[in-house]
């Protein structure tokens, strides 16, 4: 599969848990980004990252919400603590060192009860 | 103001008709633009890169107009399977920072 994956496709968490949502990028990428859709509403810059580094994380809130993307493996979305407003589509794309984004993931759906 | 602009929506066409979405981006040093699709509960996809010299694929035409900031989709002879959310996307310098509009909706009905 040479596209930009995403798991889990759907993930229900309780106010309070933890939410992680992972992508791996498509093969040769090594640039990742991080949006946010909220429902009918447009997609929002959360964060960039390249492998091990954070280039721009000005779209990320400030509290519970963390992203990495280490050398080996998945780039991981982290959510702490989740509250009913971070239920969204969170929607994961890659690019090669050009920057331009291609494609995106199919996107994980978080509903928090 | 934000980054990037969009015609509010939804537009309501019936099949056959001509539609122009608009869109405006406030960063004049913006430098790579596209339109992508993006259906209902689904992934975006890539639609069609924005050049200046104004590009066209199919029914689709793109342009760009840097001295005004502005990007245009036209689509003519709508089908029902147009119907869906257009996303205008500016990449800013380095590429670093992909920016998407809000999205309009396009429904065409039979």
């Known amino acids: 599969n040479a596209g930009v994956m995403q798991n889990p496709r759907h993930l229900v968490r309780r106010r309070g848990q933890e939410a992680r949502l992972r992508c791996s990028p498509m093969?040769?990428?090594?640039?990742v980004y991080w949006y946010r859709q909220l429902p009918e509403e447009g997609l929002k810059f959360m964060v960039y990252?390249?492998?091990?580094?954070?280039?721009?994380e000005s779209g990320m809130p400030k509290e519970r919400f963390s992203a990495e993307f280490p050398k080996e493996g998945p780039s991981i979305l982290r959510i702490q603590q989740v509250v009913r407003g971070d239920s969204a589509a969170y929607f994961c794309?890659?690019?090669?060192?050009?920057?331009?984004?291609?494609?995106f993931g199919p996107g994980t759906r978080l509903t928090v009860l | 103001r934000k980054e990037v602009e969009q015609d509010p929506g939804p537009f309501n066409v019936p099949e056959g008709a001509t539609v122009a979405f608009n869109c405006t981006y406030s960063?004049?040093?913006?430098?790579?633009f596209f339109w992508y699709r993006q259906d209902c509960r689904k992934e975006p996809k890539l639609l069609m890169s924005?050049?200046?010299s104004g590009n066209e694929d199919g029914r689709f035409t793109a342009q760009l107009n840097r001295a005004s900031q502005y990007i245009s989709l036209l689509i003519r002879d709508s089908k029902l399977s147009d119907s869906a959310t257009y996303l205008c996307v500016v990449t800013n310098t380095g590429g670093f920072k992909t920016i998407f509009g809000a999205g309009t909706r396009l429904f065409v009905k039979a």
């Open positions: 924005v050049y200046s």
């Open positions: 794309a890659s690019s090669d060192a050009s920057g331009s984004i291609g494609f």
């Open positions: 960063n004049s040093a913006s430098q790579s």
């Open positions: 093969k040769g990428h090594s640039h």
């Open positions: 990252l390249q492998k091990e580094n954070i280039i721009d």
